[in-house]
């Protein structure tokens, strides 16, 4: 069995092509990282400056600005 390559994933053709569409308006809706950003650090402040949650508060970021 010959292993994928790259290009194979790249080149192959959706089957759903409404799942596609649906896939690329929500990246348009993504918040930016500059966004993502501001709002990791205003949870940080929030959460009393504790370090070692940065990955914590960029997730929380991520969950309040997709709701929005």
Same mark, same amino acid.
């Given at each position: 069995m010959k292993p994928k390559s790259l290009t194979d994933d790249m080149s192959r053709t959706d089957k759903n092509p409404a799942e596609s569409e649906k896939t690329q308006v929500g990246l348009?809706?993504? $918040?930016? $990282?500059?966004?993502?950003?501001?709002?990791?650090?205003?949870?940080? &402040?929030?959460?009393?400056?504790?370090?070692?949650?940065? &990955?914590?508060d960029w997730l929380q970021a991520e969950q309040n600005l997709m709701k929005k």
């Open positions: 348009l809706n993504s $918040p930016s $990282p500059e966004e993502l950003q501001r709002r990791a650090y205003e949870l940080h &402040l929030e959460g009393g400056r504790v370090h070692g949650r940065d &990955l914590d």
